[in-house]
């Protein structure tokens, strides 16, 4: 495909993408979802294998179309996500392109040239929904590279079998830091080590709760009331099950961060040094934007300045589903629905009544 022309090219065949196209073809805009990944799922098929939502099922729905209840699980699976997903795209026969990976967008006169590992199109706009799973993020501790056993990410992270009878040191107090940290209790002398006391949200508080407590402050924001501080005024961690229970019997005590990394593992802030096979890194990501670069948008901090999900200096993109900064909660299945919503409805105005690509 040499030289192909459509009204929109969306960038990423996960959630995000998707949520744009089903608003997209509401809209009747001509349009093609270009999807790096070889089958449908996007991050959620790379997950490790206990990976669960922390919302149950109605509240982890894209627009349209409710993820049904999955039988015996309140929050459901990896795996319930990625069937759903897959159904969503073949139920709207949202035009998916797989596997492409773009390489590039640049300027093309009117036009938006979005260049591929199998063609370039020409497109009026771009939405980029690629997300963060693609860019792990580990932070530069010292001796990091001295360190002689196994370093891992939430993302290469699989089952506890893999440290069965191992000394493992898990980093990060979050959701993921905690999630596998107890997935790894009684299989692995586990320490999970957290750079500040970890916050557990009350127990029934869940995705739902965390979706609307966002979208309120993002509404306060726009109002131009106080900052309520959103989602972090209530903590950092959901006591999903797993986590409740090894958090409950006692098995889920974190201790501060260590100060630097040695050859044999940790050295603690009191000078001792714990012999480790591995340390599983649950410190977060970053927006994936490699193919953005060309644009040359992000300011010193690497940041792209928006206003909602459209780029300051680049009306013709739009970015959807990398955290709050592009829609509240819109890196959650139930949170890209409206940023979609809009990123669509904002592009279809620009487009105007009638209009239709070229060649």
Same mark, same amino acid.
């Given at each position: 495909?040499t ?30 979802i ?5 089958t ?15 919302? +149950?099922a ?20 990896? @795996? ?11 139920r709207? /026969? ?12 640049? $300027? ?11 063609? #370039? ?10 997300? #963060? ?7 530069a501790?010292?001796?990091? %590279?001295? =360190?002689? *056993? ?6 290469t ?6 440290f069965?009878?191992? $000394? ?8 993921? *830091? ?7 209790t009684?299989?692995a002398d586990?320490?999970?080590a957290?750079? $500040?006391?970890?916050? =557990? ?10 979706? &609307? ?9 726009d ?9 972090a005024?209530? *903590?950092?961690?959901?006591?999903? +099950?797993?986590v %409740? ?8 005590? @974190?201790v501060?961060m =260590?100060?630097?990394l ?7 802030p ?14 977060g ?7 953005l670069? +060309?644009?040359?948008l992000? &300011? %010193? ?7 909602? #999900?459209?780029a300051l200096? /680049?009306?013709?993109l ?13 890196? #959650?299945?139930i ?7 809009? @990123? ?8 105007g ?5 070229? *060649?």
């Amino acid at each position: 495909m040499t030289g192909t022309r459509t009204q929109v090219v969306v960038v990423g065949g996960g959630q995000a993408g998707l949520a744009a196209g089903y608003h997209l073809r509401r809209l009747g805009v001509d349009f093609v979802i270009l999807d790096a990944q070889s089958t449908p799922g996007g991050a959620w098929q790379h997950g490790w294998d206990t990976l669960h939502l922390f919302s +149950p099922a109605p509240y982890s729905s894209l627009p349209g179309r409710p993820m049904p209840h999955q039988p015996g699980q309140v929050y459901p699976d990896a @795996a319930h996500v990625v069937a759903y997903l897959s159904d969503y795209e073949k139920r709207y /026969e949202l035009p998916v392109q797989r596997p492409v990976l773009v390489q590039g967008i640049h $300027r093309d006169g009117p036009l938006l040239q979005v260049r591929t590992d199998s063609g #370039t199109w020409s497109a009026h706009a771009v939405i980029s929904a690629t997300g #963060t799973w693609w860019r792990p993020f580990v932070p530069a501790v010292p001796g990091r %590279r001295l =360190f002689e *056993g196994r370093h891992l990410h939430t993302v290469t992270y699989r089952a506890p079998a893999d440290f069965a009878g191992q $000394r493992v040191i898990v980093v990060g107090g979050g959701n993921s *830091g905690a999630q596998i940290a107890a997935d790894l209790t009684g299989h692995a002398d586990v320490t999970w080590a957290t750079a $500040r006391p970890p916050r =557990f949200l009350a127990d029934d508080i869940d995705g739902r709760a965390l979706f &609307d407590t966002a979208t309120a402050r993002r509404r306060a924001l726009d109002n131009g009331q106080a900052d309520t501080a959103g989602v972090a005024a209530l *903590g950092d961690i959901v006591a999903v +099950p797993p986590v %409740r229970a090894a958090r409950d019997a006692g098995l889920l005590n @974190a201790v501060p961060m =260590f100060t630097r990394l040695t050859a044999p593992g940790p050295q603690w802030p009191d000078g001792s040094i714990t012999r480790t096979d591995a340390v599983i890194w649950c410190t977060g990501f970053r927006p994936a934007l490699a193919h953005l670069a +060309p644009l040359h948008l992000r &300011d %010193r901090h690497g940041r792209i300045a928006t206003t909602g #999900t459209r780029a300051l200096d /680049e009306p013709r993109l739009h970015l959807l589903g990398y955290g709050d900064w592009t829609g509240p909660a819109s890196a #959650t299945l139930i949170g890209v629905g409206r940023p979609a919503r809009e @990123a669509a409805r904002e592009i279809k105005a620009i487009l105007g009544p009638g209009h239709r690509p070229q *060649g």
